[in-house]
Structure formats: structure tokens, C-alpha cells
């Protein structure tokens, strides 16, 4: 078919893109890399840039463009949207797959220049893995067959091989999961399998999904005029690429070097696979032109999913700041849930689901959920709980459609077909359906097969010649082989008859027929043999669709001066090596086959869902050993990854840690969602789901929301026990506080709750009865409420603590009348400093006359704090109340003894913060300071904020716990008076000081005999800033 960019129309291609997409595709750089974080629409982008490089004035040839891709599902999704773009089938003339296949294409072509032999095969990984267990077998090896195997492609996807002296591969952030896994294997016993492994595959004329990629790299290096044609690449999901993936980029662009790849370093998950997060940088340096373009809008969720998500990625104090946009509006905010066990978390995802279906009225479907887990093991409780409750689902990285038995066997009959040297595939079907040929025989073809460097084929091929060297065959399983070489034969002469009325579904027929398959299927599966034959049609229906297909798509074009490879097949024989590869390829990656349907929950792996998003998610098991998991050694390839099934979500988002395992084992939240930024996004329930909520939904799904009616209808129709997240407590009620994670409900860490308690009590001591310690509480921004009717926000005022004290006063008043009957038992009194045992007042004779007078204007301390601050509702200003040296001036009070003298005096005031039990909201208090024990005596005498309110002292706190109550000065200048009384019978002139910093009343009153001149020393020029010296 003929291809005219002229054709194309350009209007299609732009429309709807914003600046930096549209930038993206439009930009002349012949390098550019475009960062795409999720759904920002990379997909939407790359396609459109495909389609402009093939419109004027570029007009590039489409067979003269390669585009990379990771799945065959991506592949598929991004011709179907370049067909809707441009048209005319140009989508099929592009050199359009995953890099295997693109690989594969040049192999087949030009595979014969590097010594590939004709009439190869791939080795898929079950195969790869059956060789690597045979050898390990034979060998009576230790090692781990899958550790094994995953070295081997490490190895081949760094473009190395193992030396017997040589140790383990360079640990790096990349691929530290895979060294953790395989460092004890010994070197020595590694290289021998590695090198059996090799010739194991050479014997079967295979290649794995690593030699693809290594013989392709060899090809273009040796023989680069084979891609001299190529005008463009283009490489999706850039950052999953592996150091040989990067090398063959540079040589397919060589000619011209013009690339276009779009990545997201966020997204970097396949350390374990060998992928190198830091190509990124390596083409930058490799390609100093580079245009880097930021694609900085998110069009899948909602603002707080998103936000919450950046939150967890910008831990990384590595990572570059990139914005990131949200076009949704902030819709309703994630959950983190905590549940008592992994069984309870299983019960809790199935009742959510149930809630939120009939809340949004049946808007959400079931095929809108998916649940995402790190491990597949995570999955046993949740199956379990949806099997109970009736909810169908789908598990994705399962067993796949081409492992199916009755798939794989057909499957490998054809193999055998192409290429009869493939050891493995004939191995597992040659007594399929039973030829009496026992797993002995098999094993002792195989061996002298392995020993004489030979295929299993050739050996049978000769023994049925009457040579069975070195194996012994009994005459029925002899039997049972000749006809299974026969029916190989005989389809083999099908595929080479050059007949323009058969096609490849006519061979598989024949094939099924030769060994009864359909007869095999019914005795050996009664129970599901209808779904399986139903399978069987769907492998010839693929079949049918390959053969449609136009026979040039497959094929790169001829380059001038390079020759051919001059291998004939006939049409069958190429329409069965392109059904063949596909199927091999599509096992590559566990990439999702099968479209989940409407009635099926999604239950997924991270790593499966990447490139994925549905309505709601949810995220069980965050825990430290789960995410991270317990053996990764990158913790930043671990958050990356959390940070990939939370960007899943378009609307709501769930995650959930159980407070104990599925091994009844405590657990810690992980430490991503530990960190406190995240506390004020993170609700600890689900949400309530209100009209506006579901409204929300609908608006960020792109759904018309049901209405009010239609919603209660549906809640009512559903049985659900509750409308809210209520049915589930957050913990065992056995599990004790000292057992928690260390965050309560309010995401304050409650260790560090107990040591702010602990020094709020070392600074202010034991307080008296009526008073209690300040804990300011910095409360999350997002969980603030507004305050209730009545409640004074800010500090409490005098009148309202005054009022809650009311009842403490009177005991108050009542101590003080009992005092006054027990006076006149009592002799006079003198206030001494307390002394160890705590006693303030002792008996004492009788008080002389004061020496001195003080002056007019000077009151004590005491009078100072006993002023009564004003009610806050009538504003009357009270009369003056009496000085002390007023009050002692009295006769009538001089008469009494000193103790009496003590009770007449105005009693002191001093301030109190507000604190949190009283419905007082502190919206702009500070966290108490805490002092260490080196400076709190510092602290004693430095400014403080100036009082709020005042209340009476309380006479009757016991001295030692009013000893450390720090009292609050105000820090304006003031002129005040003092009085120190300290013995009845002498006395001393003070002078006015002026009062700006802050002093205990306790150790004014507690002062040692040779600190008793401190009132002087206060009425010095400097004032209380000599007091440090005077103590010292």
C-alpha cells in the first residue's frame, strides 16, 4: 500500500494538547526527551509526535520509523490510536512493537550475518527456566533453579558473562534486589550452569528474550548499513530500559540521530529486571541537544490524591522538585486505615467496596475497583473474603492465557513443527496423549542428548534407524515414538505444500486430529472440558487473525548492497513463525490479555498495574516489610513503587495496615506513610459519601451522577449494615497503648508526647489542685473543625477560668475559716526559707516592732499578685484594693500574730495558660518550650510574654510543689513595690524596682539567710540584672 504524507491532516493531531504537550510534538530538536509523570498523557503525546513526524514538512517514511515499547498491550493501544490519527493503514507499515520484537524482525532478516542459525525458535521463560532445573538436576546442585536463572539475565542485560574468578556483579541502586537475592550462590558453580545454559540453548537452536536483544546489539554494531535507513526512534516508558536497550537506541538512530523517548524517573520500578533509572542522564550526556520538555499537568486524579502522592515521592531528598498540576478538582481525601489483623483488613476492603457501590448508587461498578498489592501472597485473605461475600474478580499476573495446559501442549506440537531441535517442547509432549513412553525414557533421551551435544530429535531420529546408543527402549515405548515422529513428519509436509486454500487454522486441525486431541481433552479434564475447548477455539481464532494479517507488515525493508537472508519457506511456514514469535513474546512481560469485565474486582500486583488507573484503589498492607519489602535493599525503588499504585487512583484511594499479619506478627506503618507531612492529607476512616462527595466522583470519572432518590434507593436496596466506615475497629481492644505504632489517632507521635509531658513537668513541677499543665497541640490544617457555639477562640480569659475554679475557692474559703478558730491556740509565727522536710510555718515568739518603714509608694510582692483582674462582661474596674504596708499599718491588724498578720495580706495573683481539656481552641499557641537541665536555670530569669489573665493564689498548695511554679511577669516597665516579709521582729526597707523579667515566687520566699538583702540589691542603679550575681 502506498503511503502520501500529503494525506494526513494536520488539525486532528494538535487539537487538545496543552503547551508543553504541544511543544513536545512539534519541536524541531532532532532529541527529546519528555518527562511524563502519570497521567499526564504521555501515551497521547509520543502518538501525536509519531504522526507529525509523518506529516509535512518532515514526511517521514513510516517504514523508516521505529517505535519501542515495553508490553505488547502498549504496542496495541498506541497503533490503534496512530490509526485514529492518521489513517490509511500507516500504522502498519511502522516498525511498531516491544523491543523483543522489533529485534526479532532484524534477526530474521539479516540474523544469518552473525552466524544465527535457520529455523530458530525463542526460548520463553518456562522454557529457560525447564533448562536451567535440568541442569541444576544432572549436576546435584544446591542452587535455587529461579535465582539462577534471574543471574543469568542480569548478566545478559548488562552485556557481560560470569568468570569463574570473578565476583558478583557491582552492587548498584538498580540492581541491589537482585544481588540481595542471588549473593549466595558460589561463583564457581554459577559459571558452569551458566556456560551449560549456553549450550543447552545452542543444541536447541533457541534464543532467549536476552540473546534477542545481545544478537540484535551484535548485528547493528558489526553491520550498521542495516538500520542506515532508519529516519526516527521513538521509545515509550524510557526509564524501564536496561544498558542494552540503551546501546541498541544509539545504533538504530545512528544515521541521523533523531530520537524522541518519553520516561519518568518516578515511575522506575525494574531494578530487579536491570533497569537503569539513570539513562535518563545518560542521554543527555550522550546527546548534548537535547530538548528536555516537562509535562507538568496530571489529567487522571483528584488534587488531594495527588498531593498525598507527591508527598511520599519528595522523601526522596535526591529527586529533582518537578511540578505537577492536578486538572480535577481536590475531590475527597485518601485513607489510611488501621485494622486490627490481615483478616480484618480482608473483611474490611469487601464491606468498603459494598458501601461505596450503593453510596455512589450504583455509579461505581465493580470493574471500576482494583486492589493493589506488593507480593502476590498478600492476595490469599482478600480471594478468601470476596469468595465469601460473592464478589467476582480477576487476578492479573496470573496464570495466563498461553500457559494454559491445553494451550501450552498445543502450542509446543507446533514448535516441535518449526523447529524439531527444541529439547524442551518436544520433552513435555512426547507422550501427550500416553505413547507408553515413560518420564525414564524421556529422561535418558534427554542426558544423551545433553552428552553427545546433540537435539533430542536427532537421537530419537537415529535410534528409530536401529542405533540406540547408550539408551535403552523398550519395544512399546520404541513404538510410542515412531508415531509421535510420524504425526511430526506428516504436518510438516502440510505446512510446506504450497496450497492458496489452506491456512495455518487447516495444519492446527490436522495436527488435533493426528493425536486426538479433542478425545485427550475429554478424558483427562471432564470437569472443565467445555472451557477448555472453548480456549483450543480461541488459540485458532488468534491464528486465523495472524494469517489475515498483510504478510509485508512483518517485514523491514530491503537495503540496498546488504544481502538477504536466501532461506525459502513457503507462505504456512512464515505465517507460523510470525504466530509462533507473538505468542513467545507475549509472555515477555506479565502483561494483562484479558479485558476485565464490568462484574470483576481487579486484583493486581503494583508492578502489573503500571500504565493502569482505575476509579477507586486500594493499597492493603503498608507496613515496613511489605512496602518496603523486607528483602529490598533500594528503599528508593520501594517508595517509588507506592508512589506508582497510589497515582492508580482516579477518585479514591484507600490504603490500609493491619495491626498484625497474616503471621499474627506485629507491624509498623511504613515509613513512607509515617512521615508528618502526610498526617494533615490522610483521613483514618473511609469516607462519608455524601451527595456533593459522589457528585465529585462522577466529575473525575466523567459519569452523570444518579440523584439523591436513586442513591437512597440503592442504599436501601443493598443490606449494607452501615453509611459509614463504622463497622471495623482500628484495633484489638486486647492490644494494649504501649503495643501501638507510636502514633495516635491525631498522627502525634506518642513518644514524643511523653517527653514533652515529662519536661513540662521538670520546668513548672507538681501544680496545685485547680491548676493544670499547657500542652500546646499543633493541630493538622487539614483536620481543623470550626469551634462550637459558645467556645472563645484564642486564649481563655480570667472570667471563664475564674468560673471553673469557682468551686476550688470555696474549699478555699472554708480552709481559711478553720484556720481562723485554731488562731487563738496558736503563738505568733515567722516566715522562714523551707527547710528539707518541706515545713513553711513554725511556731515562733512573739514579733518584735519593724525598725524601719517602708516607703509610701511601695507594695510587696505578694500584694502584686493578689490584684483581682477585672469581670470580662461588665468592665467595672474594682476599687483599690489595700497594701500590704497598709494593711500592717492597721492597728488593729498589728495587734494579731505574724500568722494572722499573713492571712489579712491581699492575696497574689499570678497568670495561667489555657489549656486543651477545657474547649478552648489554641489556634496561634506555640508547644511549651522545653529546657534542658543545663539552661533551665538560665531560663528562671529570662523575659517572658506579658500574663493573660490572673487568678488568686491558692495558699493553701502544699510549699515543695509551689516551689517550681514559675510565675509570668509583664514586660513592660512597671513600677512596683515589695515586701519580703521575714521576721516579725526586723525589718527592712525596700526600694521600688522596676520589674521586667521572670521570677518564682517560691524562691523569693526561699531564700537563704545570706540572700535575705535582695530587696536592697533590687533598689541598686542596675536593678534585677545583678540578681544572678547576688545568688552567686
Given at each position: 500500500m502506498s503511503f502520501r504524507a500529503s494525506q494526513i491532516d494536520l488539525e486532528p493531531i494538535l487539537v487538545g494538547l496543552n503547551n508543553a504537550q504541544r511543544l513536545a510534538v512539534t519541536s524541531p530538536s532532532s532529541v527529546v526527551q519528555i518527562l511524563a509523570p502519570p497521567g499526564s498523557g504521555k501515551t497521547r503525546t509520543l502518538t501525536s509526535r509519531v504522526a507529525w513526524l509523518l506529516c509535512p514538512p518532515q514526511s517521514l517514511d513510516p517504514r523508516n520509523v521505529i517505535v519501542a515499547t515495553f508490553t505488547v498491550k502498549a504496542a496495541r493501544e498506541m497503533k490503534e490510536r496512530i490509526s485514529k490519527l492518521v489513517g490509511n493503514g500507516v500504522e502498519g507499515r511502522l516498525v511498531l512493537g516491544t523491543f523483543h520484537?522489533?529485534?526479532?524482525?532484524?534477526?530474521?532478516?539479516?540474523?544469518?550475518?552473525?552466524?544465527?542459525?535457520?529455523?530458530?525458535?525463542?526460548?520463553?521463560?518456562?522454557?529457560?527456566?525447564?533448562?536451567?532445573?535440568?541442569?541444576?538436576?544432572?549436576?546435584?546442585?544446591?542452587?535455587?533453579?529461579?535465582?539462577?536463572?534471574?543471574?543469568?539475565?542480569?548478566?545478559?542485560?548488562?552485556?557481560?558473562?560470569?568468570?569463574?574468578?570473578?565476583?558478583?556483579?557491582?552492587?548498584?541502586?538498580?540492581?541491589?534486589?537482585?544481588?540481595?537475592?542471588?549473593?549466595?550462590?558460589?561463583?564457581?558453580?554459577?559459571?558452569?550452569?551458566?556456560?551449560?545454559?549456553?549450550?543447552?540453548?545452542?543444541?536447541?537452536?533457541?534464543?532467549?528474550?536476552?540473546?534477542?536483544?545481545?544478537?540484535?546489539?551484535?548485528?547493528?554494531?558489526?553491520?550498521?548499513?542495516?538500520?542506515?535507513?532508519?529516519?526516527?526512534?521513538?521509545?515509550?516508558?524510557?526509564?524501564?530500559?536496561?544498558?542494552?536497550?540503551?546501546e541498541l537506541m544509539k545504533l538504530l538512530a545512528w544515521k541521523r540521530e533523531r530520537i524522541t523517548i518519553v520516561g519518568d524517573p518516578d515511575q522506575s520500578i525494574y531494578g530487579f529486571r536491570a533497569a537503569e533509572i539513570r539513562n535518563l542522564s545518560r542521554m543527555v550526556r550522550?546527546?548534548?541537544?537535547?530538548?528536555?520538555?516537562?509535562?507538568?499537568?496530571?489529567?487522571?486524579?483528584?488534587?488531594?490524591?495527588?498531593?498525598?502522592?507527591?508527598?511520599?515521592?519528595?522523601?526522596?531528598?535526591?529527586?529533582?522538585?518537578?511540578?505537577?498540576?492536578?486538572?480535577?478538582?481536590?475531590?475527597?481525601?485518601?485513607?489510611?486505615?488501621?485494622?486490627?489483623?490481615?483478616?480484618?483488613?480482608?473483611?474490611?476492603?469487601?464491606?468498603?467496596?459494598?458501601?461505596?457501590?450503593?453510596?455512589?448508587?450504583?455509579?461505581?461498578?465493580?470493574?471500576?475497583?482494583?486492589?493493589?498489592?506488593?507480593?502476590?501472597?498478600?492476595?490469599?485473605?482478600?480471594?478468601?473474603?470476596?469468595?465469601?461475600?460473592?464478589?467476582?474478580?480477576?487476578?492479573?499476573?496470573?496464570?495466563?492465557?498461553?500457559?494454559?495446559?491445553?494451550?501450552?501442549?498445543?502450542?509446543?506440537?507446533?514448535?516441535?513443527?518449526?523447529?524439531?531441535?527444541?529439547?524442551?517442547?518436544?520433552?513435555?509432549?512426547?507422550?501427550?496423549?500416553?505413547?507408553?513412553?515413560?518420564?525414564?525414557?524421556?529422561?535418558?533421551?534427554?542426558?544423551?542428548?545433553?552428552?553427545?551435544?546433540?537435539?533430542?530429535?536427532?537421537?530419537?531420529?537415529?535410534?528409530?534407524?536401529?542405533?540406540?546408543?547408550?539408551?535403552?527402549?523398550?519395544?512399546?515405548?520404541?513404538?510410542?515414538?515412531?508415531?509421535?515422529?510420524?504425526?511430526?513428519?506428516?504436518?510438516?509436509?502440510?505446512?510446506?505444500?504450497?496450497?492458496?486454500?489452506?491456512?495455518?487454522?487447516?495444519?492446527?486441525?490436522?495436527?488435533?486430529?493426528?493425536?486426538?486431541?479433542?478425545?485427550?481433552?475429554?478424558?483427562?479434564?471432564?470437569?472443565?472440558?467445555?472451557?477448555?475447548?472453548?480456549?483450543?477455539?480461541?488459540?485458532?481464532?488468534?491464528?486465523?487473525?495472524?494469517?489475515?494479517?498483510?504478510?509485508?507488515?512483518?517485514?523491514?525493508?530491503?537495503?540496498?548492497?546488504?544481502?538477504?537472508?536466501?532461506?525459502?519457506?513457503?507462505?504456512?511456514?512464515?505465517?507460523?513463525?510470525?504466530?509462533?514469535?507473538?505468542?513467545?513474546?507475549?509472555?515477555?512481560?506479565?502483561?494483562?490479555?484479558?479485558?476485565?469485565?464490568?462484574?470483576?474486582?481487579?486484583?493486581?500486583?503494583?508492578?502489573?498495574?503500571?500504565?493502569?488507573?482505575?476509579?477507586?484503589?486500594?493499597?492493603?498492607?503498608?507496613?515496613?516489610?511489605?512496602?518496603?519489602?523486607?528483602?529490598?535493599?533500594?528503599?528508593?525503588?520501594?517508595?517509588?513503587?507506592?508512589?506508582?499504585?497510589?497515582?492508580?487512583?482516579?477518585?479514591?484511594?484507600?490504603?490500609?495496615?493491619?495491626?498484625?499479619?497474616?503471621?499474627?506478627?506485629?507491624?509498623?506503618?511504613?515509613?513512607?506513610?509515617?512521615?508528618?507531612?502526610?498526617?494533615?492529607?490522610?483521613?483514618?476512616?473511609?469516607?462519608?459519601?455524601?451527595?456533593?462527595?459522589?457528585?465529585?466522583?462522577?466529575?473525575?470519572?466523567?459519569?452523570?451522577?444518579?440523584?439523591?432518590?436513586?442513591?437512597?434507593?440503592?442504599?436501601?436496596?443493598?443490606g449494607i449494615a452501615s453509611t459509614l466506615d463504622d463497622q471495623f475497629p482500628e484495633k484489638d481492644p486486647s492490644e494494649s497503648d504501649s503495643e501501638s505504632d507510636g502514633l495516635d489517632e491525631d498522627g502525634i507521635r506518642l513518644k514524643r508526647r511523653r517527653?514533652?509531658?515529662?519536661?513540662?513537668?521538670?520546668?513548672?513541677?507538681?501544680?496545685?489542685?485547680?491548676?493544670?499543665?499547657?500542652?500546646?497541640?499543633?493541630?493538622?490544617?487539614?483536620?481543623?473543625?470550626?469551634?462550637?457555639?459558645?467556645v472563645v477562640v484564642g486564649f481563655k480569659s480570667a472570667g471563664s477560668h475564674m468560673q471553673e475554679l469557682k468551686e476550688t475557692r470555696l474549699n478555699q474559703e472554708a480552709e481559711r475559716a478553720q484556720v481562723a478558730k485554731e488562731k487563738q491556740r496558736r503563738g505568733p509565727v515567722m516566715v522562714e526559707p523551707p527547710n528539707r522536710s518541706g515545713s513553711l510555718i513554725k511556731v515562733a515568739p512573739a514579733a518584735a516592732a519593724r525598725s524601719s518603714k517602708r516607703p509610701a509608694d511601695q507594695e510587696s510582692l505578694l500584694s502584686y499578685f493578689g490584684k483581682r483582674a477585672p469581670e470580662p462582661v461588665r468592665k467595672v474596674i474594682p476599687p483599690k484594693a489595700p497594701t500590704a504596708t497598709e494593711v500592717i499599718r492597721d492597728k488593729s491588724v498589728r495587734d494579731k500574730n505574724l500568722k494572722e498578720q499573713i492571712e489579712a495580706l491581699p492575696q497574689p495573683k499570678f497568670p495561667v495558660r489555657a489549656d486543651h481539656h477545657s474547649g478552648v481552641m489554641l489556634l496561634s499557641s506555640s508547644p511549651a518550650r522545653v529546657s534542658s537541665k543545663r539552661r533551665r536555670k538560665k531560663e528562671e530569669i529570662t523575659s517572658s510574654p506579658p500574663p493573660v489573665f490572673s487568678v488568686p493564689f491558692s495558699r493553701h498548695i502544699e510549699p515543695a510543689r509551689a516551689e517550681r511554679r514559675t510565675v509570668v511577669e509583664e514586660t513592660t516597665t512597671t513600677r512596683t513595690s515589695a515586701t519580703v516579709i521575714h521576721d516579725a521582729a526586723s525589718s527592712r526597707d525596700t526600694a521600688a524596682v522596676t520589674n521586667s523579667n521572670t521570677m518564682a515566687i517560691a524562691t523569693v520566699v526561699t531564700m537563704a539567710p545570706k540572700r535575705r538583702t535582695l530587696g536592697v540589691r533590687r533598689s541598686m542603679g542596675d536593678g534585677w540584672r545583678n540578681r544572678a550575681s547576688a545568688k552567686r
Open positions: 520484537s522489533i529485534a526479532r524482525r532484524y534477526l530474521v532478516k539479516y540474523g544469518h550475518l552473525v552466524d544465527v542459525k535457520t529455523g530458530w525458535g525463542i526460548a520463553d521463560s518456562g522454557d529457560s527456566l525447564g533448562i536451567v532445573k535440568r541442569i541444576i538436576k544432572r549436576r546435584k546442585s544446591p542452587l535455587d533453579p529461579s535465582q539462577v536463572r534471574s543471574r543469568i539475565s542480569h548478566f545478559k542485560a548488562r552485556n557481560s558473562s560470569p568468570a569463574a574468578s570473578a565476583p558478583p556483579p557491582p552492587s548498584t541502586a538498580a540492581t541491589q534486589s537482585t544481588q540481595a537475592r542471588v549473593k549466595d550462590i558460589s561463583t564457581e558453580d554459577f559459571v558452569q550452569v551458566f556456560e551449560d545454559y549456553e549450550a543447552a540453548l545452542e543444541a536447541s537452536n533457541l534464543l532467549d528474550y536476552d540473546d534477542l536483544l545481545l544478537r540484535c546489539l551484535e548485528l547493528l554494531k558489526h553491520n550498521p548499513e542495516c538500520v542506515s535507513n532508519v529516519e526516527a526512534v521513538l521509545i515509550d516508558e524510557f526509564q524501564d530500559t536496561n544498558f542494552v536497550q540503551f550522550a546527546y548534548p541537544q537535547t530538548l528536555v520538555v516537562h509535562l507538568e499537568q496530571n489529567y487522571r486524579s483528584s488534587a488531594s490524591i495527588l498531593l498525598a502522592a507527591l508527598e511520599v515521592i519528595e522523601q526522596d531528598p535526591n529527586r529533582p522538585k518537578k511540578p505537577l498540576t492536578p486538572t480535577h478538582a481536590v475531590g475527597t481525601g485518601p485513607v489510611l486505615r488501621r485494622v486490627p489483623s490481615a483478616f480484618l483488613e480482608a473483611s474490611w476492603i469487601v464491606s468498603e467496596i459494598q458501601r461505596v457501590r450503593a453510596m455512589t448508587g450504583g455509579m461505581v461498578e465493580f470493574g471500576d475497583i482494583a486492589i493493589l498489592v506488593r507480593s502476590a501472597n498478600l492476595t490469599r485473605n482478600i480471594e478468601t473474603s470476596f469468595v465469601k461475600a460473592g464478589v467476582a474478580y480477576k487476578m492479573v499476573g496470573g496464570l495466563r492465557f498461553y500457559d494454559r495446559v491445553e494451550i501450552k501442549t498445543l502450542l509446543d506440537y507446533l514448535r516441535i513443527i518449526q523447529n524439531p531441535s527444541n529439547n524442551d517442547a518436544l520433552a513435555r509432549v512426547v507422550n501427550t496423549p500416553t505413547r507408553k513412553v515413560g518420564d525414564t525414557t524421556v529422561k535418558a533421551l534427554l542426558d544423551e542428548a545433553d552428552k553427545r551435544t546433540k537435539s533430542m530429535w536427532e537421537i530419537i531420529r537415529t535410534g528409530l534407524g536401529g542405533i540406540w546408543k547408550g539408551v535403552k527402549i523398550a519395544k512399546a515405548a520404541e513404538k510410542g515414538l515412531g508415531d509421535f515422529v510420524g504425526i511430526i513428519l506428516s504436518t510438516q509436509k502440510q505446512l510446506e505444500e504450497d496450497d492458496q486454500g489452506k491456512g495455518l487454522v487447516d495444519v492446527m486441525e490436522f495436527l488435533m486430529r493426528k493425536i486426538g486431541y479433542e478425545d485427550y481433552l475429554r478424558r483427562s479434564y471432564p470437569e472443565d472440558f467445555d472451557a477448555r475447548w472453548s480456549n483450543v477455539s480461541e488459540l485458532l481464532s488468534q491464528a486465523q487473525e495472524v494469517e489475515r494479517l498483510d504478510d509485508d507488515e512483518d517485514m523491514l525493508p530491503d537495503i540496498d548492497g546488504l544481502p538477504q537472508s536466501q532461506i525459502e519457506q513457503s507462505r504456512l511456514q512464515l505465517v507460523l513463525d510470525r504466530f509462533l514469535s507473538n505468542t513467545a513474546l507475549a509472555n515477555e512481560v506479565k502483561d494483562d490479555d484479558e479485558p476485565v469485565k464490568q462484574g470483576q474486582v481487579t486484583v493486581s500486583t503494583i508492578h502489573a498495574s503500571k500504565g493502569l488507573e482505575w476509579p477507586i484503589v486500594f493499597i492493603p498492607a503498608v507496613y515496613q516489610g511489605s512496602i518496603p519489602h523486607s528483602r529490598a535493599e533500594d528503599t528508593d525503588e520501594e517508595r517509588r513503587l507506592l508512589y506508582v499504585a497510589m497515582t492508580r487512583a482516579q477518585a479514591l484511594l484507600y490504603m490500609s495496615c493491619p495491626v498484625r499479619n497474616s503471621q499474627k506478627e506485629k507491624t509498623k506503618l511504613s515509613q513512607f506513610l509515617a512521615h508528618r507531612s502526610l498526617h494533615p492529607l490522610l483521613h483514618s476512616r473511609g469516607p462519608t459519601l455524601g451527595f456533593s462527595s459522589v457528585q465529585s466522583i462522577g466529575r473525575i470519572v466523567g459519569r452523570e451522577c444518579p440523584s439523591e432518590v436513586q442513591i437512597q434507593t440503592a442504599v436501601d436496596e443493598s517527653l514533652q509531658n515529662e519536661q513540662a513537668s521538670k520546668t513548672n513541677g507538681p501544680l496545685g489542685e485547680g491548676f493544670r499543665p499547657v500542652i500546646s497541640r499543633e493541630r493538622p490544617a487539614g483536620r481543623m473543625e470550626k469551634p462550637p457555639p459558645g
